[in-house]
């Protein structure tokens, strides 16, 4: 019904930069809160950065002052722009949105996940 389709993910140098995106698409009439999570190997998966359709931004401790979210609400797209990119970072990062749908249902969608590799 609603498709969270992720892009951006790759490898990157300690100190580097990536650019994640996820569009969501479907039927769709409102996205609420869209943000992205992540799940190292043998971790759980973490909040990385939410944001809502309206209100402040909200960032784990690990990657306040390095990562940014944003929105373009008229694409229905979330942006994770990456700096100062640590080892630590290295993951699978997913996208996540709560996205209301017909009848008036809010409900939570996931994005298949992308790489994000650091290399030291």
């Known amino acids: 019904q609603v498709q969270l389709v992720e892009s951006g993910g790759g490898s990157v140098q300690a100190g580097g930069s990536l650019r994640l995106s996820c569009v969501a698409s479907g039927r769709i009439l409102r996205v609420n809160d869209m943000g992205w999570y992540r799940q190292a190997p043998g971790k759980q998966r973490e909040l990385v950065a939410i944001?809502?359709?309206?209100?402040?931004?909200n960032y784990a401790d690990s990657v306040k002052g390095r990562f940014t979210i944003s929105r373009d609400n008229a694409k229905n797209t979330v942006y994770l722009q990456m700096n100062s990119s640590k080892p630590e970072d290295t993951a699978v990062y997913y996208c996540?949105?709560?996205?209301?749908?017909?009848?008036?249902?809010?409900?939570?969608?996931w994005g298949q996940g992308t790489q994000v590799t650091v290399s030291s």
């Open positions: 996540y949105a709560n996205v209301l749908v017909p009848p008036f249902t809010p409900s939570d969608y």
């Open positions: 944001i809502p359709s309206g209100g402040s931004t």
